[in-house]
């Protein structure tokens, strides 16, 4: 599902909100959640699951090609955890 996918399914289920309306809601949340992880906050959505970020340490990587040994630097990369509901109604 995009983006545009979930606003659309939003102004059908919200028939009095335009498609204009949901897309700016979309977006808003969604920018306001990059935006939380970006300053290291953790988000929690019950139900659903969590996002945080994970720090991945400096490493000695290896270019496939030439197989010459390249530097990676320290990463910060958003991780998510699906909530038990999440998980037991994708299993069932």
Known sequence: ????DLAVRLAERFPQLTQRDTELAVK??????AEALALGHRIE???FGSFSISHRPPR???????????D???KRVPHFKPGKALREGVDA
């Not at 290896?62 to 197989?67: D, F, L, V």
């Open 28 to 33: 808003t949340v969604l920018d306001a959640m």
């Open 45 to 47: 959505i019950r139900g």
């Open 72 to 74: 990676i630097p320290e």
């Open 60 to 70: 000695v990587g290896r270019n496939p090609r030439s197989g010459a040994q390249v």
């Open 1 to 4: 599902m995009t983006r545009s």
